[in-house]
């Protein structure tokens, strides 16, 4: 008899970050996971039961009983339990922002309740109905509520209520609650869809994926080029373990972004689907956690936060376009959506399934001979589309050729004519054009020439406030050039395309367009992506301009042309995974082209035509890009063969911010010295984050480079332990391999 509860308070200050024992009062039963509500100094607050003893150290008149039951089911389960700790380990934040990763919010303080209505039901049929209609020839408006109970239960509001009140009486009619579910609205409507006959290489991999579940679970790398039915290969998978009785996840990068692969998995799983993230309305996210909770629905498709669905015995954890930034979390705690399916799987005993077109190098590098096998993927490849469709033919364009013959446009003439047959053809066109660059770094028209680093080997940023070219990685600064240091050519200048401008100029071109643009500035209403997708499908529109948002994921069977406006931009960003970024996306977005019976063409504009990303893209050739990006990864001694981490110093005061900066440096400088770790250092500096100002508030940094074998988890660990110990003005945040280095 547990006479003892471990409990974390649910408030999210560090200093309360610890286990609080209460006493369990005499008749309250409390199991872990439960939450509870327990007197803390002068108020009552709520919090998590950890776990429950028998014993406890603590003299008795120091012990406090708990105050009551909040939820009387455990919101937490054992495993969730234990992947929380294991949070709290890996990722240093504090036990209880690792818990309410895994709860609604609504849940805690109760604010949303399950939706209940009275319903009403026929409790009389054949004969006896008849009979009891034949009595009742008086009583119109009971007889009406008979008459439509025959064609099912009906919720009592919408009934007359003194009828309805008599008919219940005289044992006619039987009323009961019910849990009412709001549904999201991907997964209105009916599941329908049958089963193609798979593929030789879908069949292949979906055997060795299922003999691995009925073993006891594994971990794998899906690398399927666009177009080869990864999809299919999921809902296989998944459905194995479903008939094994076991549950699945499947993370997709942004459920706005993917609505077909939510389309498609629940026009096979129909109500055995749910979808969780986070632009459900409160309702719909907190009754899809109970279906899910509830063993209701057994396969979650969601966000990162998905992995956190109350499952129960999963058997495969699927995640999609595997080499999305957005599986890392960039608010504390800060996870990696990937390494979380990694552990869960793990506890489980599931299949944890990679996918995508473009893996990470960091992950390809995993399905490499020599990994230790706790590290290790094992590789399953699609090499060709379904039903042998042909890759797209990719053309690169090199604008500065154009620009020497005097065309000055946003199109190229190739572009251009390209656009004018796909539209004569009644086809479809995508064209695309990369925002992440947008206007930020210094090029020449004329010869292509980039401004970057010296010291870094990344491109130079413009700041226009101190109009300066600056390196976000140590700090360097240049005036920004007048002319190319290059060529000479004045036509030196700051690079960037809107999307509204390619419209405007697709309008112009050719009036006869029907143009959809989709950008952050279409679809900031809920649900606008899901619209203009629509009108796109259906035909409405014929030519989609976007960013992005256009290049995941999407299957449009009639698109023969897909026109890569600028590709350069996001090659040049100051990041050392500029051009591995610039390779996923522009594989990504040629593979939208030619998915059907209409073949595809490809048009990449780019002042950098040799460049390895943009060649290796057009030729889709994913192996010879490993090989080379791995190779400069190596000897630039960029993740992942080195780790980056950074603690980043916010305060409305910049000398508060550059002092905790430069003494946590002097700091951790002595601690690597003592530990011995220096030698694993390879950088180790305090400067002004690359926006020293955000929100009103002062940057600083402390970056940290080191060798990915040195004791990382040790040095981070410290710095956490210094960012905690922040002077109370400064604000202090340790990120590692940040997504975003700004
Ligand atoms: P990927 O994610 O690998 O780019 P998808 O999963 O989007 O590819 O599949 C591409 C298209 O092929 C989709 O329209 C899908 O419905 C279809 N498809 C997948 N497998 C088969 C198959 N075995 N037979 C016929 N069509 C298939
Ligand atoms: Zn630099
Ligand atoms: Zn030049």
Not at 128 to 156: C, H, M, N, W, Y
Not at 301 to 311: E, H, K, Q
Not at 354 to 360: E, Q
Not at 699 to 727: C, G, I, N, S, T
Request: charged residues 25%; hydrophobic residues 40%.
């Amino acid at each position: 008899m547990a006479e003892y509860a471990q409990l974390v308070v649910d408030l999210s200050v560090d200093a309360l970050d610890r286990l609080y024992t209460y006493a369990v009062p005499e008749g309250m039963s409390v199991r872990p996971g439960q939450l509870v509500a327990a007197p803390f100094g002068p108020r009552t607050v709520e919090g998590f039961v950890v776990s429950l003893s028998g014993e406890c150290d603590l003299p008795p008149e120091k012990l406090r009983p708990l105050s009551r039951v909040v939820q009387e089911e455990p919101v937490i389960l054992p495993d969730l339990m234990e992947l929380a700790r294991w949070l709290h380990g890996r990722y240093l934040c504090n036990l209880v922002d690792a818990l309410r990763l895994m709860i609604p919010s609504q849940l805690r303080g109760e604010r949303v309740r399950p939706r209940r209505v009275r319903m009403a039901r026929l409790a009389l049929s054949g004969e006896a109905l008849e009979g009891f209609e034949a009595v009742s020839r008086r009583a119109p408006r009971q007889l009406e509520i008979l008459t439509r109970l025959k064609g099912g239960d009906v919720p009592t509001a919408l009934l007359d209520a003194g009828a309805l009140r008599a008919l219940e009486k005289k044992g006619a009619v039987t009323l009961y609650e019910s849990v009412l579910r709001r549904t999201p609205r991907a997964l209105a409507g009916e599941p329908s869809d049958a089963d193609p006959e798979l593929t030789q290489e879908q069949r292949q991999a979906v055997s060795r994926l299922t003999r691995a579940l009925e073993d006891g679970g594994g971990r794998f790398l899906l690398h399927g080029v666009t177009g080869s039915g990864k999809t299919e290969v999921y809902i296989r998978l998944i459905r194995r373990a479903l008939e094994m009785g076991r549950s699945a996840v499947v993370l997709v990068p942004e459920i706005a972004l993917t609505p077909q692969m939510v389309a498609w998995l629940h026009g096979r799983f129909g109500g055995d689907a749910a979808v969780l993230h986070s632009a459900l309305s409160a309702g719909e996210r907190f009754d899809e956690w109970q279906r899910i909770r509830s063993g209701e629905a057994r396969v979650v498709i969601g966000a990162r936060s998905a992995i956190f669905a109350p499952l129960q015995n999963i058997g495969a954890i699927v995640v999609d376009e595997e080499h999305e930034t957005s599986y890392q979390s960039d608010r504390r705690p800060r996870y990696d959506a990937r390494q979380v399916a990694w552990e869960r799987a793990r506890q489980h005993g599931a299949v944890l399934l990679l996918g995508s077109a473009t893996p990470s190098i960091g992950t390809y590098m995993r399905c490499m001979p020599g990994v230790r096998p706790e590290n290790r993927l094992e590789l399953i490849e699609l090499r060709s589309r379904v039903n042998g469709r042909p890759l797209p033919e990719v053309d690169i364009v090199d604008m500065r050729d154009e620009f020497a013959r005097g065309n000055h446009s946003i199109f190229s003439a190739r572009l251009a004519a390209r656009l004018r047959a796909c539209l004569d053809e009644g086809h479809q066109a995508m064209l695309f054009i990369n925002r992440r660059g947008h206007s930020t770094f210094v090029s020449c028209r004329a010869c292509g020439y980039v401004a970057r680093c010296d010291q870094c080997d990344v491109t130079m940023t413009y700041h226009q406030a101190e109009n300066a070219l600056r390196c976000h990685y140590c700090g360097k600064t240049l005036p920004p050039p007048k002319k190319c240091p290059q060529c000479g050519s004045a036509y030196i200048k700051y690079f960037g395309a809107g999307t509204q401008r390619v419209q405007e100029e697709v309008r112009r071109l050719f009036p006869d367009a029907r143009v959809a643009r989709m950008d952050v500035d279409t679809t900031r209403q809920k649900d606008a992506h899901a619209r203009i997708l629509e009108r796109f499908r259906d035909g409405d529109a014929n030519v989609l301009v976007g960013t992005q948002m256009i290049a995941k994921g999407l299957d449009f069977p009639n698109v023969s042309l897909v026109g890569v406006v600028a590709a350069d931009l996001s090659l040049n960003l100051p990041d050392y995974r500029s051009v591995e970024r610039t390779f996923q996306l522009l594989t990504q977005v040629a593979g939208r082209a030619g998915r059907a019976d209409v073949p595809g063409n490809v048009v990449v504009q780019t002042y950098d035509p040799e460049h390895y990303g943009i060649r290796l893209a057009a030729r889709q050739d994913y192996r010879a890009f490993y090989t080379r990006e791995s190779a400069y990864r190596r000897v630039a001694m960029y993740p992942p063969f080195t780790v980056i981490a950074r603690v980043v110093y916010s305060a409305r005061d910049p000398e508060d911010a550059q002092s905790a900066a430069r003494e946590d440096a002097r700091r951790l400088e002595a601690y690597l010295d003592g530990t011995g770790a220096r030698r694993d250092t390879l950088q180790l500096a305090a400067m002004e984050a690359p926006i020293k100002l955000l929100r009103g508030e002062a940057r600083w940094q402390l970056l940290v480079k080191l060798y990915f074998k040195a004791d990382v988890e040790a040095v981070a660990a410290h710095m956490q332990a210094l960012a905690d110990a922040a002077p109370k003005n400064v604000r202090a945040e340790l990120e590692i391999n940040p997504n975003n280095m700004f």
